[in-house]
């Protein structure tokens, strides 16, 4: 069993910046590929960015590529979401999410086996 639990959200301004961080338990992190999904009002939840177990492999939505950074320390069982240029639409509940079967994981969300209970963020105009 795997137990994430993120954190680092709030609210900011547009053009501001938050890092997002998800714990993970176990002995056995860098053996997981990590991602993070979001889900705003009203919308399904839909992918972020994913990393490999490694961290040498990254993927991103096109929505956040060039303003989101995702990377994890695996010494810390820890993966982040650095994201920079924030926009109102990107306003949602944030959500990692781990594979423990998968080298670098996938965009679909039925393709994760474990899940942490979110984290708003929130940015105003």
């Known amino acids: 069993q795997v137990q994430l639990v993120e954190s680092g959200g709030g609210l900011v301004q547009a053009g501001g910046s938050l890092r997002l961080s998800c714990a993970a338990s176990?002995?056995?992190?860098?053996?997981?590929?990590m991602g993070w999904f979001r889900q705003a009002p009203g919308k399904e939840r839909e992918f972020v960015a994913r990393i490999s177990r490694s961290g040498g492999s990254t993927y991103y939505a096109v929505s956040v590529k060039g303003r989101f950074t995702i990377s994890r320390d695996n010494a810390k069982n820890t993966v982040y979401l650095q994201m920079n240029s924030l926009k109102p639409e990107d306003t949602a509940v944030y959500y990692c999410?781990?594979?423990?079967?998968?080298?670098?994981?996938?965009?679909?969300?039925?393709?994760?086996?474990?899940w942490g209970q979110g984290t708003q963020v929130t940015v105003s105009s």
């Open positions: 176990g002995r056995t992190f860098s053996s997981y590929a």
């Open positions: 999410a781990a594979d423990p079967g998968s080298v670098s994981g996938t965009s679909r969300e039925n393709g994760w086996d474990y």
